[in-house]
Nanobody
C-alpha cells in the first residue's frame, strides 16, 4: 500500500520561508509525476508545482519565482521550497504522485494527508 506523508508546514510571517517534504512508502515500481497542491478555505484545490520523471517542471503563476520543487528519485521524496511567503499562500498543502506499483499496472493517483501552511501578515 502506497502512503505519502507530508511534513514541514507551520506558521511563518510574511516574507519567510518553509520547506515542505513528502516521503513515500510502500510498494512503488515507478513514479511518473510528483506534485504539490494546495487548498485554501472555501477554495478549490489547485496545483502549485509539479515535476515529471523526465525533469520537466510546472509552476502555477502564483508560485513562479518564489517556490522550487525538487525530487529525490532514489528515495521517492518530493520537496517544495517556498520563499517570500505571502498571506495568500495560506492553505493546506497536499503531496500527490502518479505512480505504478508494478510493471504494466495502470498509473494511479496517491495523496498525502496534507500539511497546514499559515502565513501571517
Amino acid at each position: 500500500q502506497v502512503q505519502l506523508v507530508e511534513s514541514g508546514g507551520g506558521l511563518v510571517q510574511a516574507g519567510g520561508s518553509l520547506r515542505l517534504s513528502c516521503a513515500t512508502s510502500g510498494s512503488i515500481f515507478s513514479i511518473d509525476a510528483m506534485g504539490w497542491y494546495r487548498q485554501a478555505p472555501g477554495k478549490q484545490r489547485e496545483l502549485v508545482a509539479s515535476i515529471i520523471s523526465g525533469g520537466s517542471l510546472y509552476y502555477a503563476d502564483s508560485a513562479k519565482g518564489r517556490f522550487t520543487i525538487s525530487r529525490d528519485n532514489v528515495n521517492h521524496t518530493v520537496y517544495l521550497q517556498m520563499n517570500s511567503l505571502k498571506p495568500e499562500d495560506t492553505a493546506v498543502y497536499y503531496c500527490n504522485i502518479e505512480a505504478r506499483v508494478a510493471p504494466y499496472h495502470a498509473l494511479k493517483d496517491y495523496w498525502g494527508q496534507g500539511t497546514q501552511v499559515t502565513v501571517s501578515s
